[in-house]
Nanobody
Framework: QVQLVESGGGLVQPGGSLRLSCAAS????????MAWYRQAPGKERELVAL???????NYGDSVKGRFTVARDNAKKTMYLQMNSLKPEDTAVYYC?????????WGLGTQVTVSS
């Protein structure tokens, strides 16, 4: 069974940093684009960052210049380095990936930015 597991969420003060990880496991033959999404209470899920198998990345406008996405194909893992965090970054962060050509989601990890 293929699964994605996020880790690294938590409580951080405004201006602080966190690093999220997303590890894929199971019977995996291919991993295409990997992405981070987030969903805040009462809001729609939004794209935070996407990284292609070759390392090309795209970001949502609200996180450009503050967040950096990366992946380690050998470890089947994606990362999200989040700097200069703001209260409006508070959300559940979800990992998404095309694994074996199927859209796969993790269960999410909570990020709370508050003083």
């Amino acid at each position: 069974q293929v699964q994605l597991v996020e880790s690294g969420g938590g409580l951080v003060q405004p201006g602080g940093s966190l690093r999220l990880s997303c590890a894929a496991s199971g019977s995996i033959f291919s991993i295409g684009d990997m992405a981070w999404y987030r969903q805040a209470p009462g809001k729609e899920r939004e794209l935070v960052a996407l990284v292609s198998p070759g390392g090309r990345s795209n970001y949502g406008d609200s996180v450009k210049g503050r967040f950096t996405v990366a992946r380690d194909n050998a470890k089947k893992t994606m990362y999200l380095q989040m700097n200069s965090l703001k209260p409006e970054d508070t959300a559940v962060y979800y990992c998404n990936a095309k694994i074996n050509r199927r859209d796969t989601w993790g269960l999410g990890t909570q990020v709370t930015v508050s003083s």
